[in-house]
Nanobody
Framework: QVQLVESGGGLVQPGGSLRLSCAAS????????MGWYRQAPGKQRELVAT???????NYADSIKGRFTISRDNAKITVYLQMNSLKPEDTAVYYC??????????WGQGTQVTVSS
């Protein structure tokens, strides 16, 4: 059973930084892609960033230049470094992973609040 556990959310002032982590319960090579999505109150869940097994990254336009997705294969963990945070980045952030068998898994979510 694949489990994804997120951590690192919290309250931060505008302009601040946070790093989210997503630890998987199985080898990271089980996944063809891993990524982060977010859902703000009253809005649909949206893509933030993804990274493939080959290391190719993809970012939403709204966070380009501010967020960086990376992975540590040895720790079976994917990170999302978030800099220059804005109030509109406030959301629940979810880790996602798609396996080589095209099975889709989600973490439980971690709250990020950007407010002064």
């Amino acid at each position: 059973q694949v489990q994804l556990v997120e951590s690192g959310g919290g309250l931060v002032q505008p302009g601040g930084s946070l790093r989210l982590s997503c630890a998987a319960s199985v080898s990271i090579f089980t996944f063809i892609t891993m990524g982060w999505y977010r859902q703000a109150p009253g809005k649909q869940r949206e893509l933030v960033a993804t990274i493939t097994s080959g290391g190719r990254t993809n970012y939403a336009d709204s966070i380009k230049g501010r967020f960086t997705i990376s992975r540590d294969n040895a720790k079976i963990t994917v990170y999302l470094q978030m800099n220059s945070l804005k109030p509109e980045d406030t959301a629940v952030y979810y880790c996602n992973a798609v396996t080589t068998r095209l099975m889709d898994y989600w973490g439980q979510g971690t709250q990020v609040t950007v407010s002064s």
